[in-house]
């Protein structure tokens, strides 16, 4: 049996990361035929929209897709690029699984977070206004129906992955009405979970423990711009975005990116460390049942950074890209 899944290469490191992702899952014979399709700022210099109607037809029929970071163009009104396609597919839970790795130096070590990022709503719902010149409102979109939606998948998760302890993390003090509705909604939900652990902290005291201390967190629940924040925060906890991988889910397609960006600051120079698109693969095959496929390409990735000859420099190595993708290869 072969699979159909959509691929978008994306812009600035994103041909590179996900190059790189298909030479190793090829390697390791995931039967796959890429369907590679544009959005991004590739997309608007081709056909002058970010995301051309081609990548809404490609997705929502194979239901499965792989995506680099993309350029959203400045200056012409369009919307994130990224957003527009979490929304209009409604992938509405953001999966983004953090773990300490072997061979990369951090203050520490056994973190195992998996952040669970509401991906529909919050200030991404794009309404700002100017009222008057210097005035300005930016308007926060927080509905039940997200709320409960987002909550339903997250105990759901936490019993099918046996998880131990759910934390919602908001501002309800500040925000009663937004963040109150988010934290409403986990609570109606959980109370048909009893046998799952679950807390809520205020966010400034969640960034704070998780300096002090992230190994006592396990899954973290949150708004769209917490979530935002809060996975960069927890990348540093591991070694950075070159090896946090993620996943936008709806209830009948999934699309697997990393967490990171385009990072222009070194596009082009075949540098950056593909894990975090690769680690989004390895959750793609295990999402389409090739776990035994996942497990192999988990294994050269352990030994690889176990035996830090080949690290990309984010990880404090000298490795290209190039370099480190043939070392994984080899351990494959
Ligand atoms: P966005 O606004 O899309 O999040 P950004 O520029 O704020 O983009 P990133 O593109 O994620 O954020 O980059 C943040 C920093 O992390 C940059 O210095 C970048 O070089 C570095 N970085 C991100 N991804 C990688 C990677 N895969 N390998 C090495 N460095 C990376």
């Known amino acids: 049996m072969s699979y159909t899944i959509t691929l978008i290469p994306g812009d600035g490191i994103g041909p590179e990361v996900t190059g790189a992702t298909r030479e190793v899952l090829a390697a390791a014979g995931a039967p796959i035929e890429w369907e590679i399709v544009h959005a991004g700022r590739r997309a608007f210099e081709e056909v002058g929209e970010p995301v051309p109607e081609a990548v809404f037809r490609s997705i929502r029929k194979n239901r499965v897709g792989l995506k680099g970071p993309l350029e ?7 919307r994130s690029a990224n957003v527009t396609i979490r929304q209009t597919l409604e992938l509405y839970t953001g999966l983004r699984p953090v773990k300490s790795l072997p061979g ?73 009405l937004a963040d109150g509705a988010f934290l409403d909604a986990f609570n109606e939900v959980g109370a048909d979970y009893p046998f799952i652990a679950q807390a809520n902290l205020p966010i400034d005291n969640l960034s704070m423990y998780l300096a002090m201390d992230p190994t006592r967190f396990d899954v973290l629940l949150l708004q769209n711009l917490y979530g935002d924040i ?16 993620g996943a936008n889910v709806g209830d009948k397609i999934a699309v697997f990116e990393a967490v990171h960006g385009t990072a222009p600051d070194i596009a082009g120079k075949g540098v950056a460390n593909p894990l975090a698109v690769l680690m989004s693969g390895v959750m793609m095959l295990e999402h389409i049942g090739e776990r035994r496929i996942a497990d192999r390409i988990n294994g050269a990735i352990w030994a690889v950074l176990e035996e830090r000859k080949h690290l990309t420099r984010d990880l404090g190595g000298k490795a290209d890209t190039a370099e480190f993708t043939a070392a994984l290869i080899d351990k494959l």
């Open 72 to 78: 959203t163009p400045k200056g012409k009104g369009f």
């Open 104 to 176: 990369i130096s951090t203050p520490y070590r056994d973190v195992d977070i998996v952040v669970l990022r509401e991906n529909t709503e919050d200030l991404y719902a794009g309404i700002e206004h100017e009222i008057m010149p210097g005035e300005v409102i930016s308007l926060k979109v927080s509905t039940r129906s997200a709320g409960l939606r987002i909550a339903q998948w997250a105990f759901e998760f936490m019993r099918y992955t046996g998880r131990r302890e759910i934390a919602c993390c908001h501002k309800a003090g500040v925000s009663p």
């Open 230 to 245: 809060i996975s960069d925060l927890c990348a540093g906890l591991v070694g950075g975005l070159g090896v946090v991988p």
